[in-house]
């Protein structure tokens, strides 16, 4: 939680204003009380410097102190006693007429030289202006999001290192959906959502939704979980930032025992949380909700059932985050699912804009009819809704402009070995950061004052 200091934006805005402005004559008194206390030597080094200043200073004759009149003696003495020995005078600097200047030029420099002894040291930090420069949105963001943390998200998620959930100690071996919604021990990630959102997050913009998923064994329910940022201007227009955290294995294990899921999708769920800790102290033009989705391994049951359910929403467009830390030959490239609606294309380009005026350093994939169709985009695409999926380079595709590689994918897809250890934290860490910034940009993220 890396804030700019308040008090220290304060105290310099007010420094500096000072120097600008004319003191008034409580910061005449409080200077003089410094004044006495600094060396000698410093507060004649501040008062030449600032004889220039303070000779216009039409306030002087507010402090009579016997100080004063003594060093204004002293000087007219010394200046009288200068122009006497050897009766010359100071010509104008520039002024190359020295003879002319010794009949024009009295002595009478020496008055304004009463001023000096006030104005010297600045005054003490006063309330401050309420001029607090507004932050961009990006930088603000970049001020909160944090690499270690994003990666003690995916260490926590996955059963990496244990977590405290209502005060006992636990580690979450799966988010198998079936696992999370049934009260095993091993898989408390639901529980764990909440609470961590909880931390960031007012409980009235944290809506939990369940919904009813009817298999060949019967009806389970399971839940959504939807953070939303009300918008300021357009509040009816939503933008949505998503990305599913639930897990399995499939080729190998029992997905309610082990699924650790680090990449699949430890990866897109940690972006969201680092956006959450940035969100909560923003505003948005638009509407702007984080919906963690589950049942996204068994046919995106959960992206399934949130269309359903807000079937009225005014969504504009959709960002989904999923399964994006693997870059074996290191091109730093990714993969866009677009699909064909104009909208999400608008989405992807502006992605890939972001890149680039972010200068992130990466590339994408850029699929259309060949866009992979098991992931959240697809319930949305169902409904004409506009969304992309971000992800790896997890398809063969050689289409000019993208990766140079056919695909570059994950050798630990819906397997046991889906770990932290496995996960190239850099370059998820950035993929994220494209994510988020195009959110910004999506929802109209307005400058941070604080
Ligand atoms: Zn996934």
Redesign the pocket.
């Known amino acids: 939680m890396s804030n700019l200091p308040p008090k220290q934006v304060s105290a310099s805005i007010s420094h500096d204003h000072a120097l600008f402005t004319l003191p008034h004559q409580s910061h005449l008194s409080i200077n003089q009380k410094q004044a006495k206390t600094q060396a000698d030597s410093k507060a004649a080094g501040i008062i030449e410097s600032h004889k220039e200043k303070t000779m216009k200073n039409t306030n002087a004759k507010s402090t009579n102190l016997p100080l004063i009149l003594l060093i204004a003696s002293l000087a007219a003495v010394i200046l009288g006693g200068v122009y006497l020995v050897f009766n010359l005078h100071t010509p104008n600097q520039n002024n190359g007429s020295a003879s002319l200047a010794v009949e024009t030029a009295p002595p009478e420099p020496t008055v304004p030289v009463l001023a000096p002894v006030e104005p010297t040291a600045p005054p003490e930090p006063t309330p401050a202006p309420t001029a607090v420069p507004a932050v961009d949105p990006v930088d603000f963001v970049n001020s909160i999001i944090d690499p270690n943390q994003y990666r003690t998200w995916i260490s926590q998620l996955s059963g990496e290192e244990s977590v405290l959930i209502n005060g006992q100690e636990s580690k979450i071996d799966t988010r198998y959906s079936y696992a999370m919604f049934s009260g095993q021990n091993n898989a408390k990630a639901h529980e764990y959502m909440l609470q961590t959102i909880r931390q960031f997050i007012p409980e009235e913009q944290i809506t939990v939704e369940p919904y009813t998923y009817v298999d060949g064994m019967g009806a389970n329910t399971w839940y959504n979980i939807i953070v939303t940022f009300p918008g300021q201007t357009h509040p009816e227009q939503q933008v949505l930032f998503t990305a599913?955290y639930d897990s399995c294995v499939v080729f190998e294990g029992n997905p309610l025992e082990y699924a650790p899921g680090a990449n699949?999708?430890g990866t897109g769920v940690a972006t969201l949380l680092e956006a959450l800790r940035a969100f909560n102290q923003m505003k948005f033009g638009k509407t702007l909700k984080l919906v963690f989705f589950t049942g996204?391994?068994n046919f995106q049951q959960g992206s399934k059932a949130y269309v359903e359910q807000h079937a009225g929403d005014q969504i504009v467009g959709v960002i989904n985050m999923?399964?994006f830390g693997t870059d074996k030959d290191g091109d730093r490239c990714l993969e866009l699912y677009v699909g064909g609606l104009t909208g999400s294309q608008e989405l992807a380009n502006l992605f890939l804009n972001t890149i680039q005026k972010h200068q992130l350093n990466l590339k994408a994939d850029y699929l259309i009819s060949n866009a992979y169709d098991l992931?959240d985009q697809k319930s949305f695409w169902e409904k004409e809704i506009a969304a992309i999926t971000v992800m790896e380079n997890f398809l063969p595709d050689y289409s000019p402009g993208g990766c140079e590689t056919g695909m570059d994918r994950t050798d630990h897809w819906h397997l046991p070995g889906d770990k932290l250890e496995a996960v190239n934290l850099e370059y998820a860490f950035d993929i994220g950061r494209a994510g988020i910034y195009t959110v910004l940009e999506l929802a109209e993220a307005q400058p941070v004052t604080r």
């Open positions: 599913h699949d999708n996204e391994e999923d399964m992931a």
